[in-house]
């Protein structure tokens, strides 16, 4: 059954350069765009550019130029950008476009008529960076939370939309729709928001301030605040609000963001469309932040131009698989360059490349280049662990896991290459009385390799096709022919070497097999970890160690090892449960800095969701909070 997908990323911020994140985002839609095209669905792609507001005011004064004038070349990078990236988005809007502000016009109006649309006095502390206030509770050392600078008191008349009197329509909402916000844990960090009052949101600017936005219709003393304007993107770019692609898209539209956007993505956006009398969203899908892992990457590769070096370095499908596979999706990652080459060598060259490599090679010198008539292996231990593939990373795409996807297609070429290990056709073609079983064989791995040609596309839309080309298929497939035994006997088939050449590490970082043994006996001592396996420093880059300000500790009630903690984090506050509560009183704990590991994989503890983890050096019954040596910022990385 075919399905109507809409598909949107954020429209970008223009006034920095397209980075890492936005890329990661980007990749992330187009692999799911392209996965729906396959499963023959009827998919709009959406992406574009978020143009107006303070920010891009004022750099266009110091830059000389016209907002329009910055707007137009800032947008243009982020279109180059996805161009090279071979982005299939189906249009691009900009909020500066007039079919937009048709719409945010319409939609405010609708509003005002229906009186959820009120002027007032605002007073509060605004942050020019952000371009919103904050509320007291919200200040960190009278400051903004996010740009640490200090806030200015702003006092206005502006209008409001009546967004608190949506506040328990939205957590009933949230509730009936489990996965309308996913994965989980961002749900329950709104639901979490929820528990505090919801205010109005104040929806203008006025133009004594700000100039660059749009008009509101009922009043043109102000113009519309960015975020107000910014999410109306998702349904502008369908066209009047009556249009027949309106119809269409709209009651399908998963959005798909970052969890830095949160926020106006899952509370305001939601109340925005209930006011409006348009129907909420089916899904908002959100991944984490992608940190910049240790090592000399760390500084240059936050700018996509760097990520473009590397696409251009390693190929553009190294980059969308390491962007897919290393981040689990709703968690925070690390980008570095040895990690993306430890992929690229492990993953791609070896496991891929080398199979097809290897069974290219060997229908054409065993097989005269042609695909056998052996229909034999329908029910082979492949064909079943195809089928099994097949469904896994069908399930995991529904879920928007593309690291589960491919996890799914990698454990079949585990498969693959075993086979090939243990039916051994080198030995098989030196017999020709088991030339039927040869062919079997060879039958076999021509129809994995026709299977992967398909199911890979989404991911490596190069080799994928490379595969197909030399596999002797043209046109556009659909998931339904990546079906076992679809690759008819007689096909030709070309060898593919080198589909992903290894690349040599980039960083000094030693491959743990070359290293020494650990010593072991009389140098141990009761802090060595002697039987502990050796890890890669790809593997130990996985984890995102951050440090981490105690703001709150209290004990867990009936549990004499646990503390609730609450860390701040940079940009985030975090609960963590922790076992030192025999060690440690909780009024002791706050106001330190400790260490914690930001990516732990939540795990809930008498009741309380445990976001991370505090470590902690031990010795028979003396227990140490890590706690660094200087001051450093809450959020910092410790690598
Ligand atoms: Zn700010």
Redesign the pocket.
């Known amino acids: 059954m075919s399905r109507v997908v809409y598909l949107t990323t954020p429209i970008y911020y223009i006034n920095a350069a397209p980075h890492l994140g936005h890329a990661c985002t980007t990749i992330f839609a187009d692999a799911m765009a392209r996965w729906r095209r396959l499963a023959g669905d009827d998919v709009f792609f959406l992406t574009g550019t978020d143009e107006h507001g303070d920010k891009i005011a004022q750099a266009a004064a110091k830059a000389g130029v016209t907002p329009r004038a910055l707007a137009d070349a800032n947008s243009a990078a982020f279109r180059e950008a996805w161009r090279q990236l071979g982005i299939t988005n189906d249009d691009f809007i900009r909020t500066t476009e007039p079919r937009h502000a048709a719409v945010v016009q319409q939609i405010l109006q609708t509003l005002y008529d229906a009186g959820e649309i009120y002027l007032g006095t605002y007073g509060g502390h605004y942050?020019y960076?952000?371009e919103r206030f904050y509320t007291e509770k919200e200040i960190v050392e009278g400051a903004?939370p996010?740009?640490r600078?200090p806030l200015a008191w702003i006092e206005e008349q502006n209008y409001f939309f009546r967004m608190s009197k949506y506040q328990e329509w939205l957590v009933g909402l949230i509730h009936e729709r489990p996965d309308l916000i996913r994965p989980e844990r961002y749900r329950n960090e709104i639901l979490g928001f929820l528990r505090d009052p919801l205010h109005d949101l104040s929806i203008s600017r006025p133009r004594t301030r700000l100039e660059w936005g749009i008009p509101l219709p009922f009043d043109d003393r102000y113009v519309t605040y960015v975020w107000f304007d910014a999410l109306i993107n998702y349904v502008s770019a369908l066209g009047p609000l009556d249009g027949a692609r309106h119809r269409k898209y709209w009651p399908h539209v998963e959005h798909l963001i970052g969890k830095d956007i949160l926020k106006p993505h899952a509370v305001y956006w939601p109340c925005m469309l209930k006011a409006a009398g348009l129907e909420v969203f089916q899904r908002l899908n959100v991944h984490g932040y992608w940190g910049l892992g240790g090592g000399k990457m760390s500084k240059s590769v936050g700018n996509v131009v760097e990520a473009l070096a590397l696409k251009d370095t390693y190929g553009n499908d190294a980059f969308r698989y390491f962007v897919m596979r290393e981040m689990v999706f709703g968690l925070d990652a690390d980008f570095s360059e040895e990690a993306f080459v430890g992929r690229l060598n492990a993953d791609l060259a070896n496991d891929l490349g080398n199979l097809v490599s290897r069974a290219t090679t060997m229908i054409v010198n065993f097989g005269g280049g042609r695909v056998p008539a052996a229909g034999v292996s329908a029910g082979s231990a492949t064909a079943d662990a195809w089928r099994k593939a097949l469904a896994d990373a069908t399930a995991a795409m529904e879920e928007f896991a593309f690291h589960r996807a491919l996890a799914a297609v990698w454990e079949f070429l585990g498969v693959v290459n075993r086979y090939i290990d243990t039916t051994a056709p080198w030995q098989l073609a030196k017999s020709p009385e088991r030339r039927s079983e040869l062919d079997a064989v060879l039958f076999t791995l021509a129809q994995a390799l026709h299977g992967l040609g398909i199911v890979l596309a989404p991911f490596l839309p190069e080799a994928a096709s490379k595969l197909r080309a030399a596999l002797g298929q043209a046109g556009v497939p659909t998931l339904a022919d990546a079906a076992w035994g679809r690759l008819a006997p007689g096909t030709t088939v070309a060898k593919l070497p080198a589909l992903f050449p290894r690349v040599e590490r980039a960083t000094g970082a030693t491959p743990s097999s070359n290293r020494p043994p650990t010593a072991r006996g009389e140098h141990a001592s009761p802090a060595t970890t002697g039987q502990t396996p050796l890890v890669t420093m790809a593997d130990f880059g996985k984890l995102d160690l951050r440090v981490a300000k105690v703001i709150a500790a209290e004990r867990v009630p009936k549990s004499k090892r646990l503390l609730k903690v609450r860390v701040a984090l940079g940009t985030e506050e975090r609960t963590l449960v922790a076992g030192i509560a025999e060690h440690y009183a909780p009024e002791a704990l706050v106001g330190r800095s400790v260490v914690i590991v930001a990516n732990l994989e939540p795990a809930t503890l008498m009741g309380i969701e445990s976001q991370g983890m505090i470590l902690a050096g031990s010795v028979e019954g003396t227990l140490a909070v890590l706690t660094p040596e200087r001051d450093l910022p809450p959020g910092a990385k410790v690598t």
């Open positions: 942050c960076g952000c903004c996010d740009h600078t």
